[in-house]
Nanobody
């Protein structure tokens, strides 16, 4: 099986920080995790899932949606098959279920959901005002 498992979500006050982690496991990822671009998406209640941040397979390039740029940092450790999302200065509008995703289809980081073949189950982030 292929699995992406997120952790690190929770309840935090506005202005606080959280660090999400996503560990990849299974035959597909065991030897080739470094071949996959990885990204974080989020789904705010009542809205469609949206791209938050992505990192290239080598970790040398990142891309962020404008509302989180400067506050969130995506990174990865290919030796640990793990991708992270450090979220600082959180705002109530960041409240959402956050999903980890992976794909090896495109050369550059993709922001479109349909490009991603593998998804985690999601982790809830709630920011109180």
């Amino acid at each position: 099986q292929v699995q992406l498992v997120e952790s690190g979500g929770g309840l935090v006050q506005a202005g606080g920080s959280l660090r999400l982690s996503c560990v990849a496991s299974g035959r597909t990822f065991r030897r080739t995790f470094s071949n996959f671009h990885t990204a974080w998406f989020r789904q705010i209640s009542g809205k469609e899932r949206e791209f938050v941040a992505g990192v290239r397979r080598s970790g040398d390039n990142t891309y962020y949606t404008p509302p989180v740029k400067g506050r969130f940092t995506i990174s990865r450790d290919n030796a640990k098959n793990t991708v992270y999302l450090q979220m600082n200065n959180l705002k109530p509008e960041d409240t959402a279920v956050y999903y980890c995703a992976a794909q090896d289809r495109t050369y550059f980081i993709a922001a479109a959901q349909h490009e991603y073949d593998y998804w985690g189950q999601g982790t809830q982030v709630t920011v109180s005002s």
